[in-house]
């Protein structure tokens, strides 16, 4: 075989992986172990376009390089298979969603298959899968019986807290729980039924049961999260979302908010994405401060970092979902106050806390009392404020919050002046010189904002009107979704209605059939559906199931031991394999995947299942690939188009065009006319014979007809070139520009380095014997040491660059020795492994090259034996000479004077000054 024919060599290799599970992962105490994982694709219809494999080529360069190095590598590869878009699909055609998953799965595993990974497919998970959601149903009924020790920060069993209660009561208990838990005695426990004791330890429970304010999408029959939701409509269909509350399962993440917080510290993520959580998570020291409601026993409760400015107060806010906004609604405010709540409260948490532009609200006609005061504070509606954050309810101070004043300034409300107490008028420059100083006040008079608050709170704590607290941004995380295609929740409701875990040895609770995928009649999720569907023939299973991160918060582990029924993971596994080294994947799921599989972990290691309490070492995010864009110029009313370069000549639309009938901007002009039934009679404007497009960079999709399927590009230049290109354009974690027309390059460049063992004659494959000279050891080691740096610093482009430089100067030097070709395929091969393979077979190696070991470089090849000086002469560059590189100044500066062509330029005549600088320059001024 002469030429480098991709297709035979990557096939060949392929299969050889396959056949003999190169790349299988063992448990092996005798060697260091590395994980490598991607975030696993959710396998939709449309299959990968080229900007997907990014981050899985650059995981798969460092599992590779790793083995290399000496490392035992896990790096699997699985399917994020429960999920909206195959159900909608269901929905629509009737067809059971694991049969659309199965087919699209299947294509991505082709897909995949072609790119050459290393993954070792003997570890494949897949979440909709029985044999897999057995075990995210088992960790379920584990967090289920577990509570949250606030003394010893960490999760404990509920036995351990019912036999606190037996001893005590839940009096000196410090757990997080529910705020209406009311306190007992161990008496009055003891006494207790079963069905009494029931719905008080769900208040303990790490999952519960409770009213929250949830986002349904009664199009899609479901809650959605709130990154779920854009613009008041779900992500995936557009469809109008509102805000409601349900009765729904949900998890107290909340328990673990500082630890979340704190193990940020010990993890290497982006520091963007640290503080994207930091944000999420929000953690602030403040004050709980009483109103009372004029005319009422109500008390508003408010959640404040800054009760230092409470004489500033001449307003409240409440949210628009608080469960008392009707009682707080005056008669004549009724019709505005329940018009204004439902456009407000279905807008996204997101959108109202993110959107300081838009002011709106309504007055509910009630007051407040002023603690200190005793004066009268309206009580408004404003969507600004939310449910879920403090307590819905907020004291508007606007001479010292932007957003408050803001609010007051738009609806004319008083402002009170921070330094006087009184009501008047601030000006935007007074609010601007004012803002966030202290009152003036009795208690605080003269204080600092440092000495203020502490001296604040006292004073409220005090007067019993209040106390100190912290509080967090971040809400109890909604655990139940209403729709089919999802883990069913291992509970059942016994004939008092009280929530039970099923029993472990009916795990898994396999989901069962339906006619349709859509609510009942009466408004009960999918589940409804299904026929005889009971636990122990009489109770009802819970008919709401799991969302789509339960299975994605801890697959990392199954994948440590994928085929165990009998533990989610051995013991062995989970103490060897511990937590993963390298994560790549998209900064999207900061709030979402990336907080769960934390907060799940902390719990598997508080209950003694893992030796780490975090999941991941190391995580880095890789930017998108963008599509390049094609255009096409129509003249308005005709069927013809204008090449671009004369379109300002015509009146023309610009049309997006199938960027694959597309070649270095060049329209194929009879592709076009097949490509769509409307363009058959199409005529061309041409300019140069040739019609050129526009082009322009945007997100890849369907829609602009800019997608590029990787398949087309392994069938036309091969996997390698396809794996090199990805890399080569830039570093992993920046967005860039897809472009076909940049891809023949490093398509040449493997034509290149394939050259360098076929010098023979006709092409044939021929290697030196002959030791290897200085010059191409020096090449050879210096891509070895950039190379070796790149990988470690996780700079992937710049190693394509230097393999380029390498094979080009090896080319120039004409250098076919064994002694270097047979170093070039192992540190080639993370990047390029086919050829790599190929060539180090040719090379007479029996074993695969990812059982080779990475070459390290030595710095002896790499010093200068020589060092050529430039000589300047009066500022001009006149001659060089070579000098040896230890070289003393004495001998450079006789060696340059006695040189023929600085004695022309000199004229013979005496230097007046000579400067050396060693290994840099000679200065000659006569």
């Known amino acids: ?479 139940t979704r209403q729709r089919y295609w999802g883990e069913p929740i291992p509970v059942f409701y016994d004939e008092k209605g009280d929530a039970k875990l099923i029993s472990e040895d009916q795990l898994p609770l396999r989901l069962p059939e339906v006619d349709e995928y859509l609510p009942t009649e009466s408004g009960e999720p999918p589940l409804g559906r299904a026929k005889g569907w009971k636990y122990d023939e009489k109770y009802a299973y819970e008919l709401s199931t799991m969302p789509g991160w339960a299975g994605s918060s801890w697959y990392l582990f199954r994948y440590m031991d994928p085929h165990n029924d009998n533990e989610f993971a051995s013991k062995e596994a989970l103490d060897y394999w511990q937590d993963v080294d390298l994560y790549i994947g998209g900064s999207e799921h900061a709030t979402g995947h990336l907080l769960y599989s934390r907060f799940w972990t902390k719990i598997l290691f508080d209950l003694g299942y893992l030796k780490t309490d975090e999941p991941f070492k190391k995580l880095i995010n890789q930017g998108m690939i963008q599509g390049r864009s094609n255009f096409v110029y129509r003249v308005k009313g005709t069927n013809k188009f204008v090449s671009h370069g004369l379109r300002k000549d015509y009146e023309a639309d610009a049309l997006h065009v199938d960027v694959n009938i597309v070649k270095n901007d060049i329209l194929d002009t009879e592709a076009f006319k097949s490509w769509r039934p409307d363009f058959k009679d199409a005529e061309f404007i041409l300019e140069g014979g040739q019609y050129i497009c526009g082009n322009e960079v945007e997100k890849m999709s369907k829609s602009k007809f800019n997608v590029v399927n990787p398949d087309d590009m392994v069938d036309q230049f091969g996997a390698d070139t396809f794996r090199l290109y990805e890399m080569f354009l830039g570093p992993l974690e920046q967005f860039k520009p897809w472009n076909t027309n940049g891809i023949d390059g490093v398509y040449k460049f493997l034509k290149k380095l394939w050259r360098l063992y076929h010098g023979g004659a006709e092409g044939a494959f021929e290697v030196s014997e002959e030791k290897a000279d200085k010059k191409e050891l020096k090449v050879l080691h210096t891509c070895i040491k950039k190379v070796t740096e790149d990988l470690n610093r996780y700079s992937f482009n710049t190693s394509v660059s230097n393999f380029m430089i390498c094979v080009n100067e090896l080319q120039s030097l004409k250098c076919n020795k064994r002694e270097i070709l047979e170093l070039l395929p192992i540190l080639v091969s993370p990047y390029a492994p086919h050829i790599a393979e190929e060539l180090w077979s040719k090379l007479g190696k029996t074993e695969s090259v990812s059982l080779a070991s990475f070459p390290d470089f030595n710095e002896e090849y790499l010093k200068e034996s020589e060092f050529e000086y430039p000589i300047m002469i009066n500022g001009k560059m006149r001659a060089k000479i070579q000098m040896p590189a230890d070289a003393k100044k004495e001998d450079i500066e006789k060696a340059a004077l006695a040189d023929e062509k600085v004695i022309k330029w000199t004229e013979g005549k005496a230097p007046k000054r000579v400067i050396v600088v060693p290994k840099k320059i000679v200065n000659i001024v006569v």
């Open 1 to 479: 075989m002469a030429e480098y024919s991709f297709n035979e060599i990557e096939s060949k290799w392929q299969k050889y992986w396959e056949d003999n599970q190169t790349f299988n992962a063992k448990v092996d105490p005798s060697k260091p172990k590395f994980y490598a994982l991607d975030m696993f694709p959710y396998p939709s219809g449309a299959g990968l376009h080229v900007g997907h494999p990014l981050g899985y080529i650059a995981s798969d360069i460092i599992a590779r390089y790793k083995r290399l190095k000496g490392f035992n590598v896990l790096h699997p590869m699985g399917f994020d298979s429960f999920g909206l878009p195959a159900e909608q699909y269901a929905i629509q055609t009737g067809q059971h969603p694991a049969i659309t998953t199965e087919t699209n799965i299947n294509r991505y595993k082709e897909q995949l298959g072609k790119i050459g990974f290393s993954f070792d497919w003997d570890k494949e998970v897949r979440t909709s899968s029985p044999e897999y959601y057995k075990w995210t149903q088992w960790i379920f009924m584990q967090i289920f019986d577990s509570w949250y020790d606030n003394d010893q920060k960490k999760a404990r069993r509920i036995a351990e807290l019912e036999a606190i209660f037996e001893k005590e009561g839940n009096t000196n208990v410090n757990a997080s729980c529910d705020e209406d838990t009311a306190s007992f005695t161990a008496e009055e426990w003891n006494v207790y039924s079963e069905n009494e004791k029931s719905p008080i330890l769900l208040k303990y429970r790490l999952t519960y049961l409770a009213e929250t304010t949830v986002n349904w999408c009664p199009a899609l029959g479901t809650v959605l999260a709130n990154d779920e939701v854009i613009n008041g409509l779900s992500e995936r269909g557009g469809h109008p979302v509102e805000r409601k509350n349900m009765l729904q399962w949900s998890m107290r993440i909340t328990a673990y908010a500082d630890r979340l917080l704190e193990g940020l510290d010990r993890i290497d993520f982006s520091e963007p994405l640290k503080d994207i959580q930091r944000n999420w998570i929000g953690k602030s020291y403040g004050c709980s401060v009483k109103f009372n409601v004029e005319n009422s026993e109500r008390e508003l409760e408010v959640f404040t970092t800054r009760v230092d400015t409470i004489f500033g107060v001449s307003f409240m806010s409440i949210a628009p979902e608080h469960e008392w906004v009707e009682e707080l609604t005056s008669p004549e405010q009724k019709d505005a106050v329940e018009a204004y709540v439902t456009q407000a409260k279905n807008r996204s948490e997101r959108e109202r806390m993110s959107d300081v532009k838009t002011i709106s609200g309504v007055f509910t006609g009630s007051y407040a009392v002023h603690p200190f005061t005793g004066k009268q504070v309206p009580i408004w509606v404003a969507d600004y404020v939310l449910a879920g954050y403090g307590t819905g309810v907020v004291m508007a101070v606007p001479c010292s919050d932007t957003r408050d004043y803001a609010f007051a300034q738009h609806f004319d409300l008083p402002i009170v002046n921070i330094q006087e107490g009184d009501r008047t008028d601030i000006s935007q420059d007074d609010f601007d010189a004012k803002a966030g100083t202290m009152v003036n006040s009795d208690f605080l008079n003269g204080m600092t904002v440092a000495e203020a608050g502490p001296a604040a709170i006292a004073k409220v704590e005090e007067m019993s009107i209040g106390q100190a607290k912290v509080q967090f941004k971040m809400r109890d995380a909604v655990f």
